[in-house]
């Protein structure tokens, strides 16, 4: 299998809060996880990328020091939007990457997403 | 750089009705091409893949032929269903090194009884 959990799918948080979304990998070892950020009826834009153990790299214009992205072990990265404003609002979608999934280590297998609603 | 052209929606056809996405692609190389599909309120899943010029990927009556010549990969069913109702996007990966994925905008398919 290729299993990828999100948690929360859904959150809504009052401005100025902080958020954490986590992604696992359920059944292989993520060894590359991604964060996309989707807005309605948009395809999806890679915000970062991260390899384990190692720094995120983010696309440009993402803000590092607003979205952080931990990615500590084979099976876990998080996501966590600081001082969340209502443009933050979005749905935020991991994906992951790596040895033993189904169609091999180069395919992204997708998160169900989390949809964040900022007040 | 690397970019994915789908034909916009949405798509609406009547079930059994025969589907075609257009997906065409610019990138160096010989990128891996992938369909995946989106339903309402969830995330991405893969439907299929192909890795190299005139493989074609197949998964639950959907098809797409990697075309080098034509730079395509256009995803097809025979006879779809109510349920295949949801948002395709095709993307491509380039053939060095990196996982990244670049996307299309996405097709959204709209299957009535």
Known sequence: GAV????????????GTSVKIECRSLDFQ???????????KQSLMLMAT??????????????????????????????????????????????ASGPGSDSGPDTQY???GTRLTVL | G???????????????????????YTATGYPSLFWYVQYPGEGLQLLLK??????????????????KETTSFHLEKGSVQVSDSAVYFCALR?????????????????VSP
């Not at chain 1, 993520?30 to 309605?40: D, G, I, L, V």
């Not at chain 2, 192909?50 to 075309?67: H, M, V």
């Not at chain 2, 380039?94 to 709209?110: H, Q």
Request: proline share 5%.
């Open chain 2, 50 to 67: 192909a890795t190299k010029a005139d493989d074609k990927g197949s998964n639950k009556g959907f098809e797409a032929t990697y075309r």
């Open chain 1, 110 to 112: 997708f998160g169900p």
């Open chain 1, 50 to 95: 991260s390899n384990e153990g190692s720094k995120a790299t983010y696309e440009q214009g993402v803000e590092k020091d607003k979205f952080l992205i931990n990615h500590a072990s084979l099976t876990l990265s998080t996501l966590t939007v600081t001082s969340a404003h209502p443009e933050d609002s979005s749905f935020y979608i991991c994906s």
């Open chain 2, 2 to 24: 690397n970019s994915v052209t789908q034909m916009e929606g949405p798509v609406t056809l009547s079930e059994e009705a025969f589907l075609t996405i257009n997906c065409t």
């Open chain 2, 94 to 110: 380039p053939l060095s090194g990196y996982s990244t994925l670049t996307f299309g905008k996405g097709t959204m398919l709209l």
């Open chain 1, 4 to 15: 990828v959990s999100q948690h929360p799918s859904w959150v809504i948080c009052k401005s």
């Open chain 1, 30 to 40: 993520a060894t590359t996880m991604f964060w996309y950020r989707q807005f309605p």
